[in-house]
């Protein structure tokens, strides 16, 4: 009788089939245990790639026409289109707060992560306070560094003027000002003397006679005192005044009542177009008026947006971002050019014949006008860009608990604060660290503020930048080499898939003194650092 051996084994083929189906198990377990951390492994992945490719097409160019594309020298810069706000950490080593864990692991008063939404916010008790904040964990690199730059990306624009230079935002998830059509913006920041400078770059620079510079909503503003002839702003005569749309807003804060706030005359009407009265805010069209029962003169800070059209006559009155009345006024008329345009006084003649029974006693603020009717949204925004704001304060610290450390602002002491108001770049924020130490721990600290209660700062993430020195930020102007390198060497100019957009890529070039070319990816995550030098 046979007797058959019984089988106490794998074949190879087995066993190879077995580690096979082991490694594929272990790979979705690792994914589905941490997927986030997954997810930012494979995006420095694509990162080293993308970094070789651009230093692989700046070499053939330099080896095609025997110098390097222009723009490329010594000073480290992000590649992209924009002109300015390009300064980030790079090349260095970034902490980043931007997940629940890293934020739950601070201390919040008066603020929540929002899981819904991944961000930072108020809680209900904050928003009605009007205030909460947010400290850090301590952050450890190690060993003493260079605190280089702090960064943040807020889901809008928050304590921010509106960008000159008729900019436009597109960095934000929300709340991007498009600046289409403005012809007068008169941030009123000016620390001393009579000019009112136009950030519009329409050339209406404005001269203040008598008022005040003091602090107003959005850095410093006009205070004027009311009861007097001699205390306004004017252009006169005003460029490329609008015609048959038109826009005007501006912050006030005032107790004051039948006073002239905006007022543009022309030959044909000392009342072109006049914003009258802070207890019944009152638009003139010409000969033609309409009262809006809008008060704003509990002096308290309010912003203010009147916009008309030619086309039907529809004028609407705004408050604090909110449409409080709509009405028709001198439907198919134009308003005429080569007038004269002044704030805190009205008008009797062009560039005149003020009446001091009429002078606003009061302050303005971040007083701008635009050729065309701001959407509700818009007026919302910017209404909200003052209403809403973030603020930081940060330390460097010689021990882990961050001992007898004072969060200062960027001059070292407690009074200035890390804002976008710092800023005049349309980007997101990202501001050099200054007066601080290198050490070896670092804190920082969010303040959330809002003046209404139905709304709240949103804080998506935090960034510092460490270890690197000056070399570690890039420069404030990103450098575009998409007409040396696309088509020829690129098929386009990569982009960091989590940061960056054709603006901004996120990818930095430099050369070094030995000739060498260096191309970094500063959106590197993990406390990854993706370089690439030949």
Known sequence: MLIKKSRNGFTLIELLIIIGVIS???????????????????????????????L?????Y??????????????????????????????????????????????????????????????????????GDFTSTIKDAGSVVSWDVISWVPQRPLYKNLPGSALSETDYATGNANMTGNRVLWHLDESAGTAAADSSGTGNGGTATGSSIVTAKLNRGRSFPGGTITDYVIKNPAVSFPTTSITTEFWIKTSDSSDGISSYATTSSDNTWLVFNSSNLTIYRGAVSTASGVAVNDNVWHHVAVTWQSSDGNVRVYKDGVSSFSGTLATGTSIGGAGS?????????????FDSTQALGGTLDEYAVFNRVLSPTEVSDHYKRGAVR???HVRACDDSLCAGDTLIGPDGTTSTFYSELNSSSPSLPSFALTNVSSTRYFQYKTFFETDNSSFSPELLSATIGYGGGATSTTNDACLDLRNSLVDGYLSQMPVDERWGDDTKTYYAIRSRISGRVQVTACGAELGEIISVTR
Do not use: H, Y
């Open 24 to 54: 594929i198990l272990a790979a979705v377990i690792l994914v589905a245990v941490d997927p986030i951390r997954r997810r930012a492994e494979a995006r420095n992945a694509s990162r080293w790639a993308e970094a070789r490719s651009i």
């Open 341 to 353: 345009l002044v704030i805190a006084q009205d008008q009797d003649s062009v560039g005149g014949s």
């Open 62 to 131: 330099a080896t095609d026409n025997d110098f390097l594309p222009t723009g490329i020298d010594t000073t480290l810069r992000m590649l992209g289109t924009a002109g300015s706000g390009c300064t980030v950490a790079c090349g260095g080593v970034t902490l980043v707060d931007d997940e629940s864990s890293e934020f739950t692991a601070g201390t919040m008063n008066a603020t929540q992560w929002d899981s819904a939404n991944n961000w930072l916010e108020l809680t209900a008790a904050g928003q009605i306070a009007g205030s």
């Open 56 to 60: 692989e097409a700046v070499l053939e």
């Open 390 to 392: 973030l603020k930081f």
